[in-house]
């Protein structure tokens, strides 16, 4: 069946750092690939989208390429910070079900 | 424009007791998903309904069951409950019968002693 992978977390960076966080997916056909951010107290918000193959999702300075031959949507974040302390959720849009990878929780300390 | 609501935010319930949950989607949103986000198992999809119609489903016994009024808001009902059931209910809106975007409200904690 569908799964999504992510790199076990938590994760601690400092300001300013290069952020990446992997994720890889199983899935018949071609999915439509999410990054989800999920802020203390909060419900999740979408982050950024990328629907074929090839097609880099972006925003707020977060970036992720859909790359079909390794199964793979990374996300990727040149310098974070500490507003960007939240847990990031990737997934998969395939047969009308969305299916959650199981977070990554990112603190950026100063 | 208003975001997703959902009541109450924070529950606390008795095991064997039911519960309800209610889910206002976004002005014109016709789409309504829940899910289920728990420490152990992550955010598990529980179902989605559109037009009033439930058009899919997760992996959940039967104990919980939902609906959707013509105005588009949602109720999720958990009858028996058992401590397993403790966990944050997340419900998301969008447009279409799960659109590329949905937005999510803040949630329902829910606590079962």
């Known amino acids: 069946g569908n799964s999504v992978t992510q790199m076990e977390g938590p994760v601690t960076l400092s300001e300013e750092a290069f952020l990446t966080i992997n994720c890889t997916y199983t899935a018949t056909g071609y999915p439509s690939l999410f990054w989800y951010v999920q802020y203390p107290g909060e419900g999740l918000q979408l982050l950024l989208k990328a629907t074929k193959a090839d097609d880099k999702g972006s925003n707020k300075g977060f970036e992720a390429t859909y790359r079909k031959e390794t199964t793979s949507f990374h996300l990727e974040k040149g310098s974070v910070q500490v507003s960007d302390s939240a847990v990031y959720f990737c997934a998969l849009r395939s047969n009308d079900k969305v299916i959650f990878g199981p977070g990554t929780s990112l603190s950026v300390i100063p | 424009k208003a975001g997703v609501t959902q009541t109450p935010r924070y529950l606390i319930k008795t095991r064997g007791q039911q519960v309800t949950l209610s889910c206002s989607p976004i002005?014109?949103?016709?789409?309504v998903s829940w899910y289920q986000q728990t420490p152990g198992q992550g955010l598990q999809f529980l179902f989605e309904?559109?037009?009033?119609?439930?058009?899919n489903k997760g992996n959940f016994p039967g104990r919980f069951s939902g609906r959707q009024f013509s105005n588009s808001r949602s109720e999720m009902n958990v009858s028996t409950l058992e401590l397993g059931d403790s966990a944050l209910y997340l419900c998301?809106?969008?447009?279409?019968?799960?659109?590329?975007?949905?937005?999510f409200g803040p949630g329902t904690r829910l606590t079962v002693t």
């Open positions: 002005s014109g949103h016709r789409s």
């Open positions: 998301a809106s969008s447009l279409r019968q799960i659109s590329y975007e949905q937005y």
């Open positions: 309904y559109f037009s009033e119609t439930q058009r």
